[in-house]
């Protein structure tokens, strides 16, 4: 449980990574669209897409000639990637915020 | 696969160098001055956040044209010791209308001396956003897919 979770955590930390899994979990897209909709080659897209795939985030389907990527159904646990991360980010910012000299007035 | 309770939290905590009643205030408050610029939900360009300081009261983003992003609803109002709020914001950062489909976020604070303070945060019931993915994808695979969708497009589009 520990790897994976580091996995989904790591495979987050990029990004271009993070933004085209906020895109899938709007709406399930192929390489193609992704490519279309994000400032990076189509090369780059599905490398990011095979790391989301092996952290456990995301998983694809067959659609004709397409592959389909998505959330992994079992994405509580791609959720919880996200979140941790986003507040283990949130939190260090708050640090610094409030540990800032007081300077108004 | 199954789910302990605990699989659906996410916990982290902080000790920061400030009294709690001014880690409170900021962490609630004033919430603009750390909340990570990117993760915003409004079209408009951001004005300012507001937490609305009571059991009841909303944190919103406020645009620079007035517009209005309410994505959470004050819970518990304790200071200078808990506050909790819900969590009305999907995955894809749009503002989750139904209320059984969100998750809530306690933050607790402990004055370790008198300059430092313990923050814990608990984000928790993660799961009932997951009920929503399953239904959304319900929803966008076969072709009779129902309102999720239409929602997802008009939170899309508005």
Known sequence: ???????????????????????LADRPSAVGELARDFPVSRPAVSQHLKVLKEAGLVMDR???????????????????????????RSLAAF??????PEEDS | MTMQATDTSVRTSITVEAPIER??????????????????ILEAELAEMVFEPRVGGRILDRGVDGSECAWARVLVYEPPARVVFSWDISLSWQIEADHEKTSEVEVRFTAESTERTRVELEHRH???HGEGWEQMQAAVSPPNGWNLQRFADAARAA
Do not use: C
């Open chain 2, 126 to 128: 993660i799961e009932r």
């Open chain 1, 62 to 88: 067959a659609a004709g000639t397409r592959r389909i990527y998505q959330l992994d159904p079992e994405g509580v646990g791609a959720l919880r990637a996200y979140l941790d991360q986003f507040w283990n």
């Open chain 1, 95 to 100: 640090k610094a915020a409030v540990e800032q």
């Open chain 2, 23 to 40: 880690a409170f205030s900021l962490f609630t408050e004033g919430i603009g001055t750390w909340w990570p610029p990117e993760h915003h």
């Open chain 1, 1 to 23: 449980m520990t790897t994976y979770h580091l996995d989904g955590l790591a495979a987050l930390g990029d990004p271009t990574r993070r933004a085209i899994f906020e895109r």
